[in-house]
């Protein structure tokens, strides 16, 4: 038993950090939820965020768009051009994405200065591309609502997922630890 724990250890301490940092991550986002409950920002701040930055978003490329909290259940609703087309809702504030971004890059970590701002960087571009998708997704649900499965179900998931695997890709390849081992080895 002892022999396997030395051969695979890379591995244990790569899923023991992984799940470690989800698990308090995860445990410290469901506080946060449980805490904003009745708080002035509907249904809580970082969704109410991503509504209105959408909505400021539209507005920019002309659409006449408003964000109102919904009465029946805990999102915002987008109102484009007069019409309801969708809601925001708490997993399209992309935290849980960024909680799956950080879990995997610190269980992968390199060094502190440089995990800290690759985590930064890339918890950026995630939220960013986030707000980007959903502004996209309510536009293309306003012009082809026949499309709304594919749209929400599959191109969307695709490009916020699709990105968090290229950051993680990256980090691999460029700087992680398991890198700098590997070629110490070679």
């Known amino acids: ?3 396997l724990l030395v051969k695979y250890k ?5 899923i023991a950090t992984f799940l470690l940092v989800y698990i308090v991550l995860s445990v410290a986002y469901k506080f946060y939820l449980q805490f904003s409950d009745g ?5 809580d701040f970082m969704t ?17 768009v408003q964000m109102l909290p919904h009465p029946n259940e805990p999102s915002m609703k987008v109102i484009l051009n007069g019409g309801y087309i969708a809601r925001v809702i708490e997993g399209c504030n992309s935290i849980s994405v960024i909680i799956l971004f950080v879990s995997f890059i610190m269980a992968f970590s390199s060094q502190v200065k440089t995990t800290f701002f690759y985590i930064l960087s890339g918890s950026v571009l995630i939220y960013t591309v986030n707000l980007l998708r959903i502004v996209l997704l309510s536009l293309l649900l306003y012009h082809y609502p026949e499309h709304q499965v594919i749209f929400h179900s599959v191109v969307f998931p695709g490009i916020i997922y699709g990105l968090v695997f290229l950051l993680w890709i990256f980090w691999v390849n460029r700087f992680s630890k398991l890198k700098n081992t590997h070629a110490k080895t070679n």
């Open 48 to 64: 109410h965020l991503v509504a209105i930055q959408s909505e400021e978003l539209l507005h920019v490329l002309g659409y006449k």
């Open 1 to 3: 038993m002892k022999a």
């Open 10 to 14: 890379l591995v244990i301490k790569f």
């Open 39 to 43: 708080s002035k920002y509907y249904p």
